[in-house]
């Protein structure tokens, strides 16, 4: 039963990650590709009735954390405050600079919320890596399950580790590239005119940026965890995982010289929930590895009993099954294509 609640947990964070990801992304590009307040349009109008639908995975992966693993969010949130707190600031940002601008006539202030969008935008591109990365190196937790991490240290992975180091960075830049090129890849199969074209030149840069970062990170991951080094070499299998999830982002490539947009932007959705699962692959059964093996959170030490979370799960069903079909109708609702000429009718 611990098991399948992981899978669920791990399966509600990538979809949050994937949906919300693109929103993120476009709101990067929003500042980047456009030239003049009409093209600006059609890339928000791409994402108008989503992005704060897409929050509700968020929401929801957080609800799941509680009711199935309560112990592990308790100490991701006292050890990861500070971040947290950040999070929920600059999502705050993010809704005011999306929706602001809408009632404002003053060019100056529509720019001042445009570029706090790209900014609160960039940064939670960032932190979904970096936060990943923290977990995944592990946190020095104490015996009662508790640990403090300041923001740096010496940026190096030793005794004592900072919530910034080599590899938290580079997860973080990893993450930023990944969504960038999938917020592209929304806007190529959503889009026409000049905005799709400038987003097909963005997202061969970012594309590149995003194997070459891949082939970095999956290593890197192998070297800075030892459970993960004995989780593959007893269960090669592990393997598939990032291999499948580099061919789908490989994939995408080929899809958009073949003209086949949409398709391109699932396959970097397989690519992301492949990362993500992969990476819970590798640390099974730990949730949150300490820096002392003895000190893990695990999916067996951080959750109540197996007939609590069945009955839990008796809850969860419906819930996310009207998500589910919530999802379904919005996504279905949507205008095949945002088009340049409609947006200069507005």
Request: proline fraction near 6%; glycine fraction near 8%.
């Amino acid at each position: 039963m611990e098991t399948l609640w992981l899978i669920l947990l791990v399966f509600m964070i990538a979809t949050y990650v994937v949906l919300d990801g693109f929103d993120l992304g476009i709101g990067v590009l929003h500042l980047i590709l456009p030239k003049n307040r009409s093209e600006q349009k059609q890339i928000m109008q791409s994402i108008a009735p989503l992005w704060d639908g897409n929050e509700v995975w968020l929401i929801a992966a957080g609800g799941t954390m509680m009711m199935a693993f309560p112990g592990f969010m308790s100490a991701m949130f006292s050890g990861f405050y500070l971040p947290l707190t950040m999070v929920v600031w600059l999502l705050i940002f993010r809704a005011i600079s999306i929706e602001l601008p809408h009632f404002l006539e003053d060019s100056l202030w529509v720019h001042f919320w445009n570029m706090m969008l790209f900014v609160s935008s960039g940064l939670l591109v960032i932190i979904p890596g970096a936060a990943m990365a923290n977990v995944f190196r592990g946190v020095p937790l104490n015996a009662e399950g508790d640990f403090f991490e300041p923001l740096w240290t010496n940026f190096r992975i030793g005794k004592q580790t900072g919530i910034l180091d080599w590899f938290t960075i580079l997860g973080g830049i990893t993450s930023a590239v990944i969504l960038l090129h999938h917020g592209a890849l929304w806007l190529i199969a959503k889009t026409d005119g000049a905005i799709q074209q400038r987003a097909q030149m963005s997202a061969n840069w970012l594309w590149g940026g995003s194997i070459l970062l891949t082939l970095i990170m999956f290593p890197a991951c192998y070297l800075v965890q030892p459970h993960a080094q004995a989780s593959i070499s007893d269960h090669p299998w592990i393997w598939i995982l990032p291999v499948l999830a580099f061919l789908a982002l490989g994939s995408t490539l080929l899809l958009r010289r073949l003209n086949r947009p949409m398709f391109a932007f699932l396959c970097s959705v397989g690519f992301i929930y492949l990362f993500i699962f992969g990476g819970t692959a590798a640390l099974y059964p730990n949730l949150l590895p300490g820096l002392n093996p003895e000190h893990h959170l695990t999916i067996y030490n951080t959750s109540p009993s197996p007939e609590k979370l069945a009955v839990t799960l008796w809850w969860w069903i419906p819930g996310i099954t009207l998500v589910g079909v919530y999802f379904t109708i919005l996504f279905r609702s949507l205008p095949k294509v945002i088009s340049a000429a409609a947006t200069d009718d507005h």
